[in-house]
């Protein structure tokens, strides 16, 4: 009920802006007669704060081609390894011809990028996978849109997100042997309870978990947040 009211209210705000988007233009275009009002900047402003505020944030794409690792430019191919109802795990393929780069990517490890699942795209994290991608054979977890997933696959709890977790660790295992583990700011948490249950089991347990910008215990340094 919640998205259904969520998305009429988006489509009713639609109309007002595209308006505000072609406002904030027309008011910030020095060629524009309101160009030359000296309030014109403050209301272009305005009308661009209206446009961000009604308008729908399309999922935009990692967008990454090509990694330069020491010297040498790799082709980069993006591909679903794992999809589940409520995330995608996305890897990234490294190709290139040239045999003294291949054998070295061949011998760097592999890591996990847990993103968070807070509000905002897995693809908040592109810098981030580009840089790991020189020296990492990466895994990112892209979470998917809950308004786009049928009711009908139920629920997602804070266990699910282990067992995800768990799950694209394990692949990652044994696929590779093992693999390193970064979260970065919410999904530390789910991580942490993740290796620890791993652990508890007598599970092999990736080589590093590192974990970014989370509040792990908010009782030792609490803040507004």
Known sequence: MLYQIYETQRSLMEPF???AQAASK???NPLSPFGHNPFAQRVSASYDLMYRLWKDYEKPQFGIRTVNVEGTEVAIHERVEIDKPFCELRRFKRFTDDPATLTR???QPAV???APLSGHYATLLRDTVRTMLKDHKVYITDWKNARTIPLE????????YVNYVQEFIRHLQGTYGNCHVISVCQPTVPVLAAVS???SR???TPLTMTMMGGPIDAR???TAP
């Open 202 to 204: 007598g599970e092999v």
């Open 105 to 107: 990517l061949k011998g």
């Open 220 to 222: 030792k340094s609490p």
């Open 197 to 199: 249950l791993m652990a």
């Open 26 to 28: 027309l008011y910030s």
């Open 153 to 160: 696959q139920g629920e997602f709890h804070l266990d699910d």
């Open 17 to 19: 802006a595209d308006f």
């Open 112 to 114: 996990l990028i847990v």
